[in-house]
């Protein structure tokens, strides 16, 4: 798992310093400024869900499959939250300030970075659904404990990830 | 690592003589313009525009007149090189390079494109003339006159303007002085004073010419120009008004 | 060595064809279901020589299109395929599966293992690649969309932006190339994942870091190296896609893309990737050098430290492939002393191998025969790295045949040559057979002859002014005779290589057989049968030093009395 975060990074990474070199390049608008809102309160559920997929690994390993189940869902409710908002934020984005990933390079470049990572918050939500239906199953018990902690790790990834595209499309970027 | 470090320190300070080096005054500025498969040369200063082949001033030690190189291109990447005049730099779209060749002695040297640019890479080869100061202020003003028309113009020739500038030939080159005005392909208006067409792919001869009007692919096949459906009357027509072309 | 001393509890004989066809698909169906790493290991092999023979094949096309200036053999368009397809056959296909191949065989034998750590991960891993090499070659029929002669990518192995862009590059053709990498880039990560898994927790008890096998560091490192190296070109080939197909801007020089930065992307893969290809190769010398110079390996910890400082220092260097691309003088320099740098590391390996062969009783075997070619042709051929190190003289040299010569020097004449050391070192292991000796002899020396008169005179081409990716060139320049003796070069290579083709399905039926451990080795996987079987071992003689055993046929004088 290490192994394979290393090597994400390795891509995000790449796809970070194609926005940063490409930022204020864009020969024609729109640009970041116009049209990019902070997305506060996505990042705050994505940053909460770190917490909880944190307390829902700490409560299986305790062996009790109540509150992880809880805890396990409220991450999944959180990370959807988050893609929901993505998902808002792009339809206006397109609709209304009509930005696509064609029409300059702020576009081509946002979507990508911002895009990649949604598609990795898919990829761990459908992850955290399968543990959930198992878990609903209870076919999730202490000795799995191992296994989800190494999930966890692929979600708090995303949750760094995060971070550092927030900071470069959203605060350095505009 | 004494080894490496001995030749560290010699490579930077070459590199640094070489890319930080001053412009003299004197000096004499050209712009090059890659194209897939032939080079544009923008004498900015004297207000002309040429192709494939380079002409500069000899230049000696007392009074330097080197000649320094804005390289550009229109599509993919390029590279610069005559071997014994320059070392290579990239013609990269949407990068501006710069260069400098400082010649010694007068003479034509060879050289090719250097970084693949697509199917006709192989043939977009370079000719520098280095000539006399007198010899290049000749060249320069004869470059800088528009074509000279009608003067003695053969009816054949009359014909082949009318031709020439009828079909597509016009959208892209350009004559000077007439309605011509293409920049997709090299400016002809001096096309006869050129020793090579096509960028060195063949001697500039009349059946050359007439060749390589009738069928480019035949001199240079995957050229993006296209072989121009016209009679051969038509074609003897072409050949002759651009013979004139001097 | 006798040969006969030891029965051989192996597959091939006992288990005779009963009724061919059936025995046949069943083969098949194994293949294809099999997760077992010996298995992975010898299909990856396979895959890799097949294309090993397509990348030959064009190779040769571009060889006969050079021999005479103005040449009319192929249209310029099919030359542009076919060095593209050749280098990137070669590079991703060839050598990365060959080498795959060996890895996983070799790793969980020599740290006494069963397996390689994700079994499944390893058959994924192999049909990504071999998938990619495949749709690779699809291009030729659906280059341009089914209908009528397909395409086959012309943009060269680096495709430099732009003219990978739509415009310039129509047609399918550039998207086989992508998604090929894409998904072969896959199937490395997931092998590098695995390598290093395996190394860091499959070893066998007492099995400390310091006392694996070298060839076994080589594969760690070459298995960190994949995850930082593959992943900038997938990602940098994403974006491609994405401007290829959602009319994005990323190279698009007309929007203000820019060309360059593809540049920095492709090697900032591209570099690290060429010390992927031969820190195998390094392990293999590694290993056959002590063997047959009976002298353990000079200075093992020291080689430990060079390898991972090659990793490191290898991740950056990229940009002396493009000192001519016009980067500030500073950066120049600075890439200048990074790439000087990587010689440091590099000589020691260099010195150390003779180190060990200095005194040792050495056999000149057939393995070790190509590895001291080896060590004498990749010496030159870092010492033309260095020359094309040092940025001026590489704005002469750059993108002319001394490239070429020099790369074809490194791969062909260092890594090609230590994979044939490979072959003939651990066929017996595999397939409990000898490879011949004569036909071994005939492949070494006609390839030794064939290498020598190719890649030596490409340097004089090169410092000619050839320049390279080019399919015809004007007579008068003085390159004709040398591309004349570059052919014939080329001839005999043919000839030395289906030698060792020849040679290998051959040795396979006829070989002479083998014991358990032909070469006196020292490694673990020399402690079980050949071939080994399906759990690899029974029993494993206990691990106290870097060479197992070697104290266990020598319980008077063992290694680790002296640690
Ligand atoms: C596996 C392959 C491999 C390896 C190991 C190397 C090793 C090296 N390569 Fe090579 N290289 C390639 C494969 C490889 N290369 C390929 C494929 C290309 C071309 C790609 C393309 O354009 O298509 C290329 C191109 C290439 C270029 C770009 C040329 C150009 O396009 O303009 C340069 C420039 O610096 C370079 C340098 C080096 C150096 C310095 C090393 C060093 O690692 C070498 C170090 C080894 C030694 C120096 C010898 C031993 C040392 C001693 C005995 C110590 C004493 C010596 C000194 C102190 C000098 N290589
Ligand atoms: C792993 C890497 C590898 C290997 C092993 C080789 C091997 C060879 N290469 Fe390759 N080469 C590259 C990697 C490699 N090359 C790369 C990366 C490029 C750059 C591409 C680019 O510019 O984009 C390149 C480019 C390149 C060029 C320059 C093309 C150009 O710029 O125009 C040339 C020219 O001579 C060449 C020649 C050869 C030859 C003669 C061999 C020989 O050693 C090949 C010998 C092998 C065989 C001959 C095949 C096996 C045997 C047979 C076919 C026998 C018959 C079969 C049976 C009996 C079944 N190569
Ligand atoms: Cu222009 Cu190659
Ligand atoms: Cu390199």
């Known amino acids: ?174 | 690592i004494l080894i490496v470090m001995v030749l560290f320190l010699s490579s930077a300070r070459v590199i640094h003589a070489i890319q930080d080096a001053r412009k003299p005054d004197g000096a004499n500025e050209v712009t090059v313009v890659g194209h897939q498969f032939w080079w544009e040369y923008r004498y900015s200063e004297y207000g002309f525009v040429t192709a494939n082949e380079l002409h500069v001033p000899v230049s000696d030690r007392v009074h330097p007149t080197p000649t320094f190189l804005t390289l550009l291109s229109a599509d993919t990447d390029h590279d610069f090189w005559v071997p014994r005049l320059a070392g290579k730099t990239d013609l990269i779209p949407n990068h501006p390079n710069k260069t400098w060749i400082d010649p010694h002695e007068t003479g034509l040297y060879l050289g090719q494109c250097a970084q693949y640019c697509g199917t006709e890479h192989a043939k977009m080869l370079l000719r520098v003339y280095v000539d006399s100061r007198a010899d290049f202020d000749h060249w320069v003003k004869a470059q800088q006159q528009a074509a000279q028309l009608n003067a003695g113009m053969s009816p054949e020739a009359t014909e082949g303007q009318k031709v020439f500038e009828r079909t597509a030939c016009i959208n892209c080159h350009a004559v000077a002085g007439t309605i011509a005005d293409g920049r997709f392909g090299p400016d002809l208006t001096h096309l006869m004073s050129r020793d090579t067409l096509a960028a060195g792919a063949a001697p500039n001869t009349r059946e050359n010419l007439r060749t390589w009007i009738q069928n480019p692919d035949t001199i240079k096949p995957g050229a993006l120009m296209p072989a121009m459906n016209l009679s051969d009357k038509e074609f003897d027509e072409i050949t002759a008004y651009l013979l004139t072309l001097h | 060595m006798s040969s006969n001393s030891l029965p051989i509890p192996d597959a091939i004989d006992s288990a005779k064809p009963t009724s061919g066809e059936a025995r046949l698909l069943e083969t098949l169906h194994e293949c294809v279901i099999t997760v077992d790493h010996k298995r992975l290991g010898i299909m990856y092999i396979v895959a890799g020589l097949i294309f090993l023979l397509l990348g030959g094949l064009e190779a040769v096309i571009i060889r006969i299109q050079l021999l005479l200036p103005h040449a009319q053999f192929v249209s310029p368009e099919v030359f542009n395929r076919m060095f593209t397809m050749h280098g990137t056959t070669m590079i991703f296909f060839v050598i990365m599966l060959i080498l795959f191949g060996f890895g996983v065989y070799l790793v969980p034998l020599m740290i006494g293992a069963r397996d390689m750590a994700f079994p499944r991960l390893n058959a994924w891993g192999f049909w990504m690649s071999t998938f990619g090499g495949l749709l690779l070659y699809f291009s030729f029929v659906g280059g341009d969309g089914l209908y009528g002669a397909g395409t086959a990518p012309d943009v060269g192995w680096w495709a430099y932006a732009p003219l990978t862009a739509r415009a310039f590059s129509p047609g399918h053709s550039t998207d086989y190339w992508t998604v090929a990498l894409l998904v072969s880039g896959f199937g490395s990560v997931a092998i590098g994942v695995n390598l290093v898994a395996t190394i860091l927790s499959m070893r066998c008890p007492r099995m400390t870091l310091a006392r694996m096998p070298l060839l076994c560091w080589l594969y760690l490192v070459m298995g960190a190296l994949l995850l930082f190296t593959i992943t900038p070109l997938t990602a940098a080939q994403v974006m491609l896609m994405v401007d290829r197909y959602l009319g994005g801007h990323f190279f698009d020089t007309q929007a203000g893309g820019s060309a360059v930065l593809w540049m920095h992307f492709f090697w900032i893969f591209g570099h690290p990737e060429v010390y992927v290809l031969v820190l195998p190769a390094f392990g293999f010398v590694s290993e056959i050098v002590p063997v047959f110079s009976r002298k353990p390996i000079f200075g093992y910890p020291i080689m430990v430290a060079a390898t991972v400082g090659i990793g490191f220092i290898s991740l950056s260097v990229w940009a002396h492939h493009i000192f001519a691309m016009g980067m500030a003088s500073y950066s120049n320099a600075f890439f200048v002393l990074t790439t000087m740098a990587i010689a440091v590391p590099t000589g020691i390996k260099i010195f150390n191998w003779l180190g060990t062969m200095w005194g040792g009783k050495i056999r000149y075997e057939l393995p070790m025969l190509f590895c001291v070619a080896f060590l004498f042709q990749f010496l030159i051929a870092g010492l033309t790295g260095i020359m094309l190190g040092s940025a001026p003289f590489n704005w002469q040299l750059n993108n002319s045949y001394f490239v070429v010569a020099h790369f074809h020097y490194v791969i062909v004449g260092g890594i090609l040559f230590a994979i044939l050391g490979a072959f003939y070192y651990w066929y017996p292991k595999v397939t409990g057979r000898f490879l011949n000796q004569t036909l071994g002899l005939w492949n070494f020396w006609l390839l030794l002859i064939g290498f020598h008169l190719t890649f030596d005179f490409m340097h004089f081409a090169g410092i000619l002014g050839m320049v390279r990716r080019i399919y015809t060139y004007e007579p008068g320049r003085g390159w004709e005779f040398w591309n004349v003796v570059i052919g014939v070069g080329t001839l005999f290579q043919v000839l030395g290589l289906s030698c060792f083709t020849f040679n290998l399905v051959w040795s396979y039926f006829h070989g002479r057989p083998a014991d358990r451990d032909p070469w006196d080795g020292w490694t673990l996987e020399w402690a079980t049968a050949s071939p080994p079987p399906e759990y690899n071992f029974s029993v494993l003689p206990e691990v106290r030093s870097a060479r197992p055993l070697w104290d266990l046929k020598h319980p008077e004088d063992p290694d680790w009395k002296y640690q």
């Not at chain 1, 929901?84 to 209304?96: S, V």
């Not at chain 1, 300030?97 to 029409?103: E, R």
């Not at chain 1, 598609?119 to 018990?141: P, S």
Request: positive net charge; aromatic residues 14%.
């Open chain 1, 1 to 174: 798992m290490f192994c394979l975060i290393a090597a994400e990074s390795a891509i995000f990474v790449i796809f970070l310093v194609a926005y940063i070199f490409y930022i204020g390049k864009s020969l024609s608008g729109p640009t970041p400024r116009q049209v990019l809102e902070i997305p506060i309160f996505n990042t705050v559920c994505l940053l909460l869900s770190s917490l909880t997929i944190h307390l829902a690994v700490r409560s299986l390993q305790r062996g009790s499959s109540a509150a992880f189940k809880l805890f396990w869902f409220l991450t999944l409710a959180l990370g959807t939250i988050f893609l929901f908002g993505t998902g808002r934020e792009w339809h206006r984005l397109i609709y209304g300030a009509g930005l696509t990933i064609s029409t300059n390079l702020f576009g081509t470049t946002y979507y990508s970075l911002v895009g990649l990572h949604a598609f990795h918050v898919v990829a761990g939500l459908l992850g955290l659904a399968i543990v959930m239906l198992l878990a609903l199953a209870t076919k999730v018990t202490k000795e799995h404990a191992e296994h989800v902690d190494v999930f966890s790790l692929y979600w708090h990834f995303v949750d760094v990830v995060w971070v550092v595209v927030f900071t470069t499309v959203y605060v350095v970027g505009r």
